[in-house]
Structures are given as C-alpha cells and as structure tokens.
Nanobody, 128 residues
C-alpha cells in the first residue's frame, strides 16, 4: 500500500516561495497519477497539479500554471514528489495534500482519477 507524508509547508509573505515534499513509500514502480491538492478553510478541496509517473507528464490548474512546478525524484528505491511554489499569493493559503492512484495516463491527463491514497497535509500560509 502506498503511504504518503508531506512536509515543507510554512508561512511566507506575498511573492515568496516554498517547496513542498511528499515522501512516497510502498510504491511498486507502477504507473501512478500523483497529485497535489489543497483546501482552504470553508472551501472545497481543489486540485493543484498532478504528474503521471511513467513518463513524468505534468498537468496544472489554471490558477497556479506558471508559478508552481510538480516533479518527482527517484533515488535508492524511494520516490519523492515535490511542489515548487513561486510568487505565492494570499489566495494560495491552504492545507496542501499529496495524493496518489494507480491508474492510466488518460485518466491522469483528464483529471478524472480519484485518489486512493492521501497524506495528512502540510499548511501553507501566505500573508500580504
């Protein structure tokens, strides 16, 4: 079973940067759709970015495109998923979650996949 653990959240000012990490264990080198989601207080959870692990194809929501970058690193049998966040805005304030599902590239590309595995989240706060 895939287990996910996020880290790297914190408090920054408008225009600042943060890099979130998601340590992935129990990954069987299959094709997963790995995603970052966020949820602000009183709002619904929204997808931020996702990556299909086979070719490393990436997809972004319109409100983070050009500012956020999702990537993966495979080393010594472990995978880490990253979310580099630049030019942060107060509206980026939320709890950020890492999620995964074993699925097809088409499902990942369309965003129609429903993650089966979730981390506990890491808080990002951006002040103006």
């Amino acid at each position: 079973q895939v287990r996910l653990a996020e880290s790297g959240g914190g408090s920054v000012e408008l225009g600042g940067s943060l890099r979130l990490s998601c340590e992935v264990s129990g990954w069987a080198y299959s094709s997963y759709c790995m995603g970052w989601f966020r949820q602000a207080p009183g709002k619904e959870r929204e997808a931020v970015a996702r990556l299909f692990t086979g070719p490393g194809t990436t997809y972004y929501s319109d409100n983070v495109k050009g500012r956020f970058t999702i990537s993966q690193e495979d080393a010594h049998g472990k995978m880490t998923l990253y979310l580099q966040m630049n030019n942060l805005k107060p509206e980026d304030t939320a709890m950020y979650f890492c999620a995964a599902r074993l699925t097809t590239k088409a499902s990942c590309a369309s965003g129609s996949y429903s993650p089966e595995n979730w981390g506990r989240g890491t808080q990002v706060t951006v002040s103006s």
